[in-house]
């Protein structure tokens, strides 16, 4: 109690000390004297910086409040100053606080002083997102100071914080707790420590953002002497902390694993300054842990392209030609020819699919034609074993790059003559003699379809002739098609320009495919004529008869059959009747000729056929004589009688 000024006075105040008296007297009975207490901590607690006392003393509110024990160690009363209590037990900075008390206060036998709470006073500096002091529960670890710093930035060296408590450093890998979540691995706190993270030293010494991609594919230990250097054909290449019990495969691992072009059949490991060749390949396949090198701090890991050496494993399938990614692919026993090649990219647009071969380990070859299978031929994918090769061959003949010297002569059907574009084009035996005609265009506007003419290569030069023209017109089955074989020859002869035009032209008509008009005709000559055409398609053909034709004695020598036949035809009656009958039937190689009626000799008539008209007529002689002819249309041919 602070001390009185004056005693109390009168009656009423005495009967009022008296009932103070007593109840003082209770509450000493049922309290005792003052103590302190700890809240349950212990007497031997001893305070430390950032510790909160609980300081009452009934009557006196100025008392009754929390003391925080400052950067120095001390609380500071009210109406005294500051007590040093840092490192003492609760019982002694109670005693201190009550003798510094009693220099103000009087009756502090009821003083309680009690430890509330425990706080940690901890700095945070480094790679974190907040650096600065923080206020921390008492019983807070790293972890949690970290935590209330706003964490840990990208680039912070886990393996390397610091711990500073007065001029005493000590190092610990942080990493190795967030791996393991064992506590023991962090340091105890006190309050003032200095918690530092260091950046590592990939970070460089410009200050920038990074991202977490950026600092992993540096690796993790870029100056420290025990790093394991990864580099070559690797996703991320750097310097990574070496940890006991690692691996070479660990460590490529770390380092984002090996690229497509890596050689993995020639990893070199360089340890103690011996450079090792490791196989992955072979370990990968057999799992022999004799094969792994084993890793020591500071050692090299490269990785050389695929480029440098020939690949080849147990389970290696090669790929070549027109893919579009050639080289050597791992394939499981049961891989299928399609997959491989899906995994080469696939046939490029150059690609033969009708002609892919298999080229065996054995040595020996098998054709396969996937074209066809791809249109639903049931015939099976072929076997593919590893140390097989596929070989995909190139078109033989493509718009932008034409080589006839690439097609060889058992591949190959030459179109020669009248179509648009002639020349030597691959054959398959899937095409038919109308697909061939395609490819070259088709016949051009002179060609003669009627007489294609087809060179069987296979059967000693045979020619055979196939009249395209009737079947496009009449129509049949493709099967009614002649085969063409590769090493055939077809030619489409071309129709002759008229005789009149050019003498010269009728060289090119192949006798076998002509018929011959002459006499009193428009345009004589050497004609082409096919099965279809009939008398008058010639006699039209050669411009009809002339105005001094004697019709009534064509005659059509028939040379093509046995013996010799000679027809007689009247066209006159023809032409007077229209009887179709009347009209001869002609084939290649006859001949029609036309006589003249006005310049003809005498003894051209047979006697049988004529009559003599003699004496006072205006034209005696002999005269052609018909059944139905009189007495007077004698008469008038002869120029009737004189005068």
């Known amino acids: 109690m602070r001390r009185p000024c004056a005693p109390l006075a009168g009656s009423g105040a005495l009967a009022l000390a008296w009932f103070c008296a007593a109840l003082i007297a209770l509450a000493l009975g049922l309290c005792g004297p003052a103590r302190a207490q700890s809240a349950g901590t212990g007497e031997e607690v001893r305070l430390r910086i950032g510790d909160v006392l609980a300081i009452a003393l009934p009557g006196e509110p100025a008392l009754n409040t929390d003391l925080n024990v400052d950067r120095r160690g001390r609380v500071t009363l009210p109406e005294v100053g500051a007590v040093d209590v840092a490192g003492r037990t609760l019982a002694e900075a109670s005693t201190l606080i009550r003798n510094a008390l009693a220099r103000a206060y009087r009756d502090l036998d009821r003083l309680n002083v009690t430890l509330k709470d425990r706080r940690l006073y901890i700095t945070v500096l480094g790679y974190v997102d907040k650096p600065g002091e923080v206020d921390l529960p008492g019983d807070s670890n790293v972890q949690q100071a970290i935590g209330a710093a706003g964490g840990l930035l990208q680039g912070a060296q886990l393996d390397r914080l610091q711990v500073r408590r007065g001029t005493r450093t000590s190092v610990f890998n942080y990493k190795r707790y967030l791996d393991t979540g064992d506590t023991s691995l962090l340091p105890q706190l006190q309050p003032l420590d200095i918690i530092f993270v260091p950046a590592s030293p990939a970070t460089g010494n410009v200050q920038i953002n990074f991202d977490s991609r950026t600092l992993t594919e540096q690796g993790d230990a870029a100056e420290s002497p025990t790093a394991v250097k990864v580099f070559g054909e690797v996703s991320r290449a750097g310097s990574f902390a070496y940890k006991e019990g690692l691996s070479v495969v660990d460590m490529i691992m770390r380092a984002g694993g090996v690229t497509r072009f890596s050689s993995i059949d020639q990893v070199r490991v360089i340890d103690g300054g011996e450079p090792k060749i490791f196989n992955l390949r072979k370990y990968l396949d057999t799992g022999d842990a004799k094969l792994m090198p084993p890793l020591k701090p500071g050692a090299t890991i490269f990785i050389p392209k695929q480029e440098d050496e020939i690949r080849r494993s147990v389970r290696t399938v090669y790929v070549i030609g027109e893919v579009a990614r050639p080289g050597s692919l791992e394939a499981p026993p049961d891989a299928r020819l399609v997959e491989i090649l899906a995994n080469a990219g696939g046939p490029t647009r150059f690609a033969d699919t009708t002609r892919v071969k298999i080229l065996k380990a054995d040595g020996s070859v098998q054709q396969f034609n996937l074209f066809a299978y791809t249109e639903g031929d049931k015939k099976p994918l072929p076997e593919i074993l590893p140390g097989d090769a596929v070989f995909v061959p190139e078109k033989i003949e493509a718009s932008d790059r034409p080589s006839w010297l690439k097609l060889p002569p058992n591949r190959a059907v030459e179109v020669?003559?009248?179509?648009?574009?002639?020349?030597?084009?691959?054959?398959?035996?899937?095409?038919?003699?109308?697909?061939?005609?395609?490819?070259?265009?088709?016949?051009?506007?002179?060609?003669?379809?009627?007489?294609?003419?087809?060179?069987?290569?296979?059967?000693?030069?045979?020619?055979?002739?196939?009249?395209?023209?009737?079947?496009?017109?009449?129509?049949?089955?493709?099967?009614?098609?002649?085969?063409?074989?590769?090493?055939?020859?077809?030619?489409?002869?071309?129709?002759?320009?008229?005789?009149?035009?050019?003498?010269?032209?009728?060289?090119?008509?192949?006798?076998?495919?002509?018929?011959?008009?002459?006499?009193?005709?428009?345009?004589?000559?050497?004609?082409?004529?096919?099965?279809?055409?009939?008398?008058?398609?010639?006699?039209?053909?050669?411009?009809?008869?002339?105005?001094?034709?004697?019709?009534?004695?064509?005659?059509?020598?028939?040379?093509?059959?046995?013996?010799?036949?000679?027809?007689?035809?009247?066209?006159?009656?023809?032409?007077?009747?229209?009887?179709?009958?009347?009209?001869?039937?002609?084939?290649?190689?006859?001949?029609?000729?036309?006589?003249?009626?006005?310049?003809?000799?005498?003894?051209?008539?047979?006697?049988?056929?004529?009559?003599?008209?003699?004496?006072?007529?205006?034209?005696?002689?002999r005269y052609r004589f018909a059944a139905n002819m009189t007495l007077l249309d004698l008469l008038a041919e002869a120029g009737g009688p004189t005068t």
């Open 416 to 621: 020669m003559g009248a179509v648009q574009r002639t020349g030597r084009y691959e054959w398959s035996d899937e095409m038919t003699l109308l697909d061939l005609l395609g490819e070259a265009g088709g016949p051009s506007q002179n060609g003669d379809i009627a007489h294609l003419q087809i060179l069987k290569a296979r059967q000693g030069g045979k020619a055979i002739s196939f009249d395209l023209g009737a079947f496009i017109t009449t129509g049949g089955k493709l099967s009614d098609l002649p085969k063409i074989e590769a090493g055939d020859v077809i030619r489409v002869p071309s129709l002759p320009d008229s005789p009149v035009d050019n003498k010269a032209n009728w060289v090119q008509l192949a006798k076998g495919d002509a018929i011959y008009v002459m006499g009193q005709v428009g345009a004589p000559g050497r004609y082409a004529f096919n099965k279809s055409m009939t008398f008058m398609d010639i006699l039209t053909a050669a411009n009809g008869p002339t105005s001094n034709a004697d019709l009534r004695n064509v005659r059509v020598s028939h040379r093509n059959q046995p013996g010799s036949k000679v027809t007689k035809v009247n066209l006159a009656q023809y032409f007077a009747t229209g009887d179709e009958k009347l009209l001869p039937r002609v084939r290649t190689g006859d001949v029609i000729f036309v006589p003249d009626r006005t310049n003809k000799e005498w003894f051209d008539d047979p006697a049988e056929s004529t009559v003599r008209v003699l004496g006072a007529v205006g034209k005696p002689g």
